[in-house]
């Protein structure tokens, strides 16, 4: 994607951004704060939220809000007050990115254990439904929403050893069409997913340790794509899965 945004593209936006603190995540808080956008961002670690609010700050970018919460702990009450404190602090949601996600190893399934399961099913599927089912009266309300997944490679294309990773992801494939199949009926609000491919994030590197930066695709190549997704450029457009591949031509 070639398509540029002028800097006040998110202008009067409110953007909620999970994983917020390092790969996708945080290099989309930056980009949407970069385009005008208030930005909550979202995640577990205190002094984490604190470097990329600062960083956020320091540009002289809208300050954001910033909310720690463990999504492998958080009940239907921290969602929803999670929700409440976005209203009382910003009045408004406009739209929701999920970057959050948790792998823990890849392995043969004889080799899994419950709780792996249990665990990234919890971050990667629950989170995600609960955390936007919680934000939806905000959604509902706002002139333009867009809600975007972020989908995984395994998560389309079942492979060997991506057992509860792989499942967890495609769960959000089926998640993002019901709801989209669900909120047909407001027109101003759309749900998409969006699959990197292979980037360089903490993440890509966890899970293939042997690949080098040179065969990844880069944050700043994906960046275009989840502003065009999460902005007003993708309004109408809603229930697609949007599979990318940004590594370089060889």
């Known amino acids: 994607m070639t398509q540029t945004f002028e800097k006040n593209y998110f ?31 979202l995640a577990r670690s205190v002094k984490g939220l604190e470097k990329v609010y600062d960083e ?16 492998l702990k958080a009940t239907d009450d921290e969602f929803n007050t999670l ?51 919680a934000c939806l009266p905000l959604l509902k309300v706002a002139p333009d929403a867009s809600v975007v997944f972020v989908g995984e490679t395994h998560g389309q294309h079942p492979g060997a050893f991506w057992g509860a990773f792989g499942a967890s992801k495609a769960g959000l494939n089926y998640l993002m069409q019901v ?16 699959v990197p491919g292979p980037v360089n994030s903490p993440q890509r590197t966890r899970t293939h340790p042997g690949e080098a930066k040179s065969e990844r695709g880069d944050l700043a190549d994906l960046m275009p794509h989840m502003l065009y997704w999460s902005g007003a450029a993708s309004k109408g457009r809603s229930g697609e899965i949007i599979k990318l591949d940004l590594r370089p031509a060889t």
């Open 11 to 41: 202008a009067d936006r409110v953007l909620l951004v999970t994983g917020a603190t390092q790969g996708i995540g945080r290099e989309t808080a930056l980009s949407a704060a970069r385009h005008g956008a208030t930005v909550v961002l």
């Open 56 to 71: 956020i700050v320091n540009e002289g970018l809208p300050e954001p809000l910033a909310i720690p919460l463990d999504l």
């Open 179 to 194: 709801a989209a199949n669900e909120w047909d009926v407001f027109p101003q609000l759309r749900v998409n997913l969006l």
């Open 83 to 133: 929700a409440f404190q976005i209203k009382q602090a910003v009045g408004r949601l406009d739209g929701i990115v999920h970057c959050a996600s948790h792998f823990y190893a890849s392995s043969p399934l004889v080799d899994q254990r419950i709780d792996e399961w249990m665990n990234q099913y919890r971050i990667n599927t629950v989170a995600p439904f609960a955390l936007t089912r």
